[in-house]
């Protein structure tokens, strides 16, 4: 999941190095006054999710098996104590 995350976060940086250079190489119009930056991040997002859509199917499908897995696991451990608890009710209650 870290890796996955980690490799989202370099596709956004990525994509704010192209955004930031195609707004002040008049490309693409500037924001007004101080919300430039924001504008600048803004459109690093938007063309960003996309892009991590295709590029980074497997890896998202790898990280949504692990946490399937852990999902798995913990259920499986609830489970467990759940029969666990209600062994030990129904000997406590036949004493």
């Not at 370099?10 to 101080?34: D, E, M, T």
């Not at 859509?53 to 790898?62: A, H, Q, S």
């Not at 913990?74 to 009710?89: F, I, N, V």
Request: one cysteine or more.
């Amino acid at each position: 999941m870290l890796r996955y995350t980690l490799m989202r976060l370099g596709v956004l940086a990525g994509c704010l190095v192209v955004a930031w250079a195609a707004v002040y190489s008049g490309i693409f119009p500037r924001g007004f006054g101080a919300s430039n930056f924001f504008w600048v991040v803004l459109l690093a997002m938007v063309i960003s999710a996309p892009i991590s859509w295709v590029v980074l199917r497997k890896e998202r499908e790898r990280a949504s098996l692990q946490v399937a897995g852990r999902v798995d696991r913990m259920k499986a451990d609830l489970d467990a104590s759940r029969s666990q608890e209600d062994a030990a009710e129904a000997h406590s209650q036949a004493s």
